[in-house]
């Protein structure tokens, strides 16, 4: 009966209270109502869009076209009109490319990457480090200089790593522009992907834009499997974990114990896991429901033995542009080992301060640049035997690194990182403690907990999963994505939370 009224309730939510200001609301931006994939409203315009969309399989232009216009609207319902941002980058790097592809002098084709690249990062830089910058100078020099009121626009980080290496390839010879503006505005704004990736390499992603649309039966029943994973992983353990222990323990640190802080720091592990790559899931699932692969983005990285591992399982996407467009740039491995260590710390740090303007991020990135570097110097000297002692050893030797820089990633403040790693020091050993504490939280550590099993089933285990739903009926997989929507209405608290990645 109860849950008989959850869902009248959300029907009433969502349809029954159908009003001109309920329909305005659906096509018009609302900073407080971003457009997720999470969302009711999602859903419901994906679905008829998707219609549409099939109907179109056989027609390009149409298709492409089509396809833009929705993925505008999306980046506007999700940034306002910071979609003339996304326009005008688009614009300036194809009109480059195609310079740099036509020009036969090796001066100007550099000229214009040089150009395209202080646009598209001067961009970069005034909405996302202009307020860092006016900070710092007002404290090394007594200064007394006026924040600016600036907007960071949703994935502007994401969509311009993208285009920046779309021109970068071009230069490189690696790549012929696409066909027309359109076809490159198809690459640039492909909603799936485009506020919180992955970042897709035009190289991978173009030639499926002039493919026919082909959808076997596998894909279909895959990109369910992973839509529906993604969802349990983001709305259901990510956010629940979230609003009812991590976010009030990191609030205020000491009004918690030391276990709390302990449980606090291995659930926000959790949280951040479950909230990106059940965005990535969702965001391949989408794409492979109209027909195009998107790379993984993640590949269970807390079972990682060392740093190295963990940066080839965690945010692949970006670790990979950074590899090949940062630290190869500068030299990568080719000009000695002291160039190699610095070159990987330079990548790291950078790769921090990409995530936020923050010393916080700045010193996440050095903390994980300096493992790197440790980890490539003693590794030539010291060989580990490999069996599973050692392995289990080095997993969660690698899991509690992790997490340690989670802290300074989470944290408001350096104050309060270092307060939970201090309450966590204070940790003893008092079972009827943790026993009360657990039972009090009962809700968030049944979470935990299969948050934590579900990023060690072995993979063997998920293909067998995934057999299992491919061979159910067409109607009963309708029936489990109704339910798990349902489940996450049924879950969410008042006010829907974004996710984590839309901030960077």
């Not at 036509?102 to 990062?121: D, G, H, T």
């Not at 897709?200 to 839509?227: C, G, H, M």
């Not at 000491?254 to 659930?267: D, I, K, Q, R």
């Not at 403040?413 to 657990?438: E, G, P, R, S």
Request: aromatic share 22%; proline share 3%; net charge positive.
């Amino acid at each position: 009966m109860k849950a008989l009224l959850n869902i009248q309730n959300w029907f009433l939510e969502t349809v029954g209270s159908v009003d001109l200001e309920t329909i305005q609301n659906w096509f018009i931006y609302n900073p407080k109502q971003p457009l997720l994939f999470n969302s009711s409203l999602f859903l419901g315009l994906f679905l008829i869009f998707y219609f549409i969309y099939i109907l179109s399989r056989n027609t390009h232009y149409f298709r492409v076209t089509y396809v833009v216009l929705f993925s505008l609207f999306f980046y506007y319902k999700s940034s306002g009109h910071y979609f003339w941002i996304l326009i005008f980058s688009s614009v300036v790097d194809y009109s480059l490319s195609r310079l740099i592809y036509v020009e036969a002098q090796q001066f100007y084709r550099k000229f214009y990457l040089v150009l395209s690249l202080l646009i598209n990062l001067g961009m970069l830089a005034y909405f996302k480090y202009t307020n860092f910058f006016i900070d710092n100078y007002n404290t090394l020099f007594d200064g007394n200089m006026k924040f600016e009121d600036i907007v960071l626009p949703v994935g502007i980080s994401f969509y311009t790593f993208q285009t920046l290496s779309y021109t970068i390839d071009v230069y490189r010879r690696e790549l012929e522009p696409t066909k027309s503006f359109m076809d490159f505005l198809f690459f640039v704004s492909f909603f799936p992907q485009l506020v919180a990736g992955p970042i897709v390499r035009a190289s991978d992603f173009i030639p499926q834009i002039y493919e026919k649309l082909k959808l076997t039966k596998e894909d279909f029943n895959r990109a369910l499997f992973l839509i529906i994973g993604g969802l349990l992983k983001k709305a259901v353990i990510s956010d629940f974990i979230s609003s009812n222990f991590v976010d009030r323990v990191f609030d205020a640190p000491n009004s918690y114990t030391a276990f709390e802080n302990l449980m606090a720091s291995y659930g926000y592990a959790i949280q951040i896991y479950c909230d990106f790559s059940g965005y990535s899931d969702m965001a391949i699932g989408l794409a492979l429901l109209m027909g195009f692969w998107l790379p993984d983005n993640f590949r269970t990285p807390y079972q990682s033995g060392s740093i190295t591992e963990f940066w080839r399982r965690w945010h692949i996407s970006l670790s990979s542009w950074l590899r090949d467009y940062l630290y190869i740039s500068m030299g990568g491995n080719r000009k000695g080992k002291f160039r190699t260590y610095f070159n990987l710390f330079m990548t790291m740090l950078l790769g921090g301060l990409w995530h936020g303007a923050s010393w916080k991020f700045v010193v996440w990135g050095v903390l994980h640049g300096l493992a790197l570097v440790v980890e490539k110097f003693f590794g030539q000297f010291i060989k580990l035997p490999k069996n599973v002692f050692v392995r289990t050893i080095q997993v969660v030797l690698t899991f509690h690194f992790v997490v340690f820089c989670w802290l300074f990633f989470r944290a408001k403040d350096f104050a309060t990182a270092f307060q939970i790693v201090q309450n966590v020091m204070k940790l003893t050993f008092d079972l009827n403690q943790w026993q009360t504490i657990v039972l009090g939280y009962k809700n968030v550590f049944i979470l935990l907990t299969i948050g934590v099993v579900w990023h060690f089933i072995p993979v063997k285990s998920i293909a067998g999963m995934q057999k299992a739903f491919t061979n159910l009926p067409l109607i009963a997989k309708a029936v489990l994505l109704g339910l798990i929507y349902w489940v996450v209405y049924a879950t969410a608290s008042a006010d829907t939370q974004p996710f984590i990645y839309f901030q960077f």
